[in-house]
């Protein structure tokens, strides 16, 4: 699985089916989740020092094609930009419709196809339709939840791909809330990881004017 569908199974809560946070905070958080599985996967690379022809801390393209055509579409939306602005470009921040609004879509119903979680079609009054995606909770998630929690809570050190999810998570507050051993991992060391793979997390926090939902899932 990739980062992005990792953190949508954990974005989306286990009763109602419906996400833990607001739209343009999911969005903002897909986004990254999306770049840092592309520099992840070496389509994307972020430029060094005196790069001829490039600034420093650009995101580049490498050549190489991710596995997944749509997350191959975004390569050239982010090319030759920060990563902050890459994921805000992704985001579609302002914009009617995002390149990560499609994406959620799309990898949601990649997750219901795999059994990963469950769709159901109602009627808002009837008249205006709407999708719950809710996930297994004794499938891939629970043992997502238990990598998650075995870096923050446990004081396991993560791999790049964890460390990476961590940061997504906690830049939209979704990390474990139980209490953190003086010894475990900081945030800050996650975050570090995940910007050294290409994420800009600090894109994806919620302003303070809208805080998320913090409801267990």
């Known amino acids: 699985m990739t980062v992005a569908e990792e953190f949508l199974l954990l974005a989306y809560r286990n009763d109602t089916g419906k996400p833990r ?32 022809g490039h600034k420093k801390g ?7 094609q991710p596995d997944d055509p749509r997350l191959a579409e975004l ?12 994921v805000g470009k992704v985001a579609g921040f302002g914009a009617w ?27 808002i009054l009837g008249l205006f339709p709407t999708t719950t995606w809710k996930p297994n909770p004794t499938g891939d998630k629970s ?32 990390l474990p809330s139980s209490p953190t051993p003086t010894n475990a991992p900081s945030n800050a060391a996650a975050r570090k990881s995940a910007r050294a793979n290409g994420a800009a997390p600090q894109s994806a926090r919620p302003s303070r004017k809208s805080k998320p939902s913090r409801s267990p899932s």
């Open 143 to 174: 043992a997502i939840e238990r990598r998650v929690r075995a870096a923050v809570v446990d004081a396991t050190t993560p791999d790049d791909r964890t460390a990476a999810l961590l940061s997504i998570l906690h830049a939209v507050d979704l």
């Open 97 to 123: 419709r995002s390149p990560s609004q499609n994406l959620r879509e799309a990898l949601l119903h990649d997750l219901a196809d795999a059994g990963r979680c469950t769709a159901a079609t109602t009627k």
């Open 58 to 64: 650009r995101l580049v393209a490498t050549g190489t």
């Open 21 to 52: 946070i607001g739209g343009t905070q999911l969005n903002a958080a897909l986004a990254g989740a999306a770049i840092v599985e592309l520099t992840l996967a070496g389509a994307l690379r972020l430029t060094e020092a005196d790069e001829p």
């Open 75 to 86: 390569v050239t939306v982010a090319h030759g930009r920060k990563p902050k602005d890459a």
